[in-house]
């Protein structure tokens, strides 16, 4: 028996979409568990649902990104403290990607943040635990604030097509919005979150549905209007995310791994005098310098198919990392992916072997993001 042919049973324990039937209805052929909620993870092949990805406008269902609601008098001195990243800076009405640590400078988590008002915030989490994590932080913190997951359902509409569908579905307004910004507006009679942002580093929006009662009338509305454009449902792109240079929590990241080692020192705001969960470690981690970091690799030989699990890096016959992430892209007809390496071969043009699943295959450290590195693509 291979991984392949392995089914997950469903269960009352794992949760269900609001999107979930229309899924099934337009034929999804797996699924996964994320954050203990059922995700698509395919309706045709992951070529295929690319292409659509960065030629048209896909529609995936990530309920999965189970919403944490910050709030309460002191909401905002708590969500600074919950992240390195220097939350003055997170305006109302803006988004921001953050990286949670815990007390050793690990990374716990790395949602996307929503300023609801001034002192409410949205935290949509990467597969862990955050809802039960700033709980129990809130309980001995001495602030005012109240910790709780609200009825939210979560779509991502992805591809350059999204733009001309989200103005047919929400108006002009959507001019307003720029990159890592969001609305509240409705649909189809539904109170929602319109914020532009998204999983695969194209042009894109995620639409929070705050009425779970709508979920499927806003699925099925959304994929009516879509007709024109192509759309298509699909799942979260492995192929564009890596492509893009994102990272998989719990896959290219952990506790084990700083936010150093994976190259978001951009998180960490060490020097405004600030007080944050992780800080002390990563003062430290930062004096005492890197011993380990994530870099980009291609890979050569035939199509590799994405890995289930790390794949030992060695030098000279022995093991000095793992590839955290490969992936062929059809469109640079090539192997890539993330590999974590001592710093002696973390310089460009270093070269090492990875032990694949088809065999020792030589790997080539190169820059990263692979393709469109300024992310004009998702801000145009």
Known sequence: MTASSVSIALSPRIRKSPFFDATVNLGVTTFSVYNKTYLPMGYTSPEEEFWKLINDVTLWDVTCQRVTEISGPDGFKFMDMLTPRDMTKCRIGQCKYIVMTDQYGGILNDPVVLRLDENTFWLSAADGDILMWAKGIAVNSGLNVVVREPEVATMQLQGPKSYPLAVELFGPQVDDIKYYEFIETQIAGCPVILARTGW?????????????????????????????????????????????????????????????????????????????????????????????????????????????????????????????????????????????????????????????????????????????????????
């Open 200 to 380: 695969s580093a194209e042009r894109g929006y995620e639409i929070y549905v705050r009425d779970l009662a709508f979920g499927e009338k806003v699925w099925n509305t959304v994929m009516a209007a879509g007709e024109t454009y192509g759309i298509t449902p699909a799942v979260p792109s492995r192929i564009r995310r890596i492509e893009a240079g994102i990272l998989d929590y719990s896959v290219d990241m952990d506790t084990d791994t700083n936010p150093f080692e994976v190259g978001l020192d951009r998180m960490v705001a060490l020097d405004t005098g600030r007080h944050f969960i992780g800080k002390t470690a990563l003062e430290k981690a930062k004096k005492e310098g890197l011993s380990r970091k994530l870099v980009g690799v291609q890979v050569g030989g035939e199509p590799l198919a994405y890995n289930e699990h790390a794949w030992p890096v060695t030098k000279n016959g022995e093991q000095i990392g793992e590839v955290t992430s490969i992936v062929y892209t059809p469109r640079m007809e090539i192997n890539i992916g993330y590999a974590m390496v001592p710093m002696a071969y973390t310089d460009l043009g270093t070269t090492f072997t990875v032990e694949t699943i088809k065999g020792p295959r030589t790997a080539t450290v190169v820059e990263r993001p692979f393709v469109d590195p300024k992310k004009s693509l998702s801000k145009a």
